[in-house]
């Protein structure tokens, strides 16, 4: 079964500090080795504070965070129309989205048409790491768009062009992912948006690279569990 961590809890809060010194020193390497990267990261799938998923949402510099996005999932109520609005994803049935100050933007991430390890390749999918993808991939578009962004720059771009806010379990506030406003926002250069980071127990899988641009680079990054 899956035990989750709680802020009393002395082997885990051991083990967040662990995991948060390990993505940070991990971080400033990379960056001081590879340049500049934007790291996208799904917030887990627990229905807990997204900083237990481990790895780079455990990361609470603030100098580091601008390198960093954690997805949260949202969802639409079963029956409703295309056109209904956004809830945030709180099902046992579905998923659970972590929440909490770590989550920077929602996306959806409930029966999202993916990719599996094998035959036939290709099925409907939940959890907060359908939802990172969508992110990622409006990061490749922004850079895209506009080269000369820094990855801070397209992250305050994607955080701060997200609209259509929604109250999550926890009673704070999370704003959708918003393609269109993002690349506008790039491409007319009014990159005047200002980002404050706002969310399971992640085993470690990088899912993919979606860019590679002029030398800076989007990282899906993911948690991996079987079944």
Known sequence: GISCPSDNDSKDISRLDEEKKFAAAYMKTALKTYGDFL???SAGNDGIDAKWNGF?????DPD???YIIIVGSI????GCPASCSYVFSDSIL???SNRGSRVDIVAPGVNIYSTIYDSPYYKNNSG???AAPHVTGVAGLVWA?????TATQVKQTIVGTSDRPIVGPDGLSYKILNAEKAVAAATSGQLIYSVTSNPSTGNDWANDIAIDSTYMYVVGWD???PG
């Open 94 to 96: 579905k998923v659970k």
């Open 223 to 225: 948690e991996y569990s």
């Open 64 to 66: 580091l965070r601008q």
């Open 145 to 149: 768009a506009n080269p000369n962004l």
């Open 56 to 60: 780079f949402s455990a990361i609470d």
């Open 75 to 78: 969802d639409q109520p079963s």
């Open 39 to 41: 790291v996208v990261q």
């Open 128 to 130: 907060t790491s359908m």
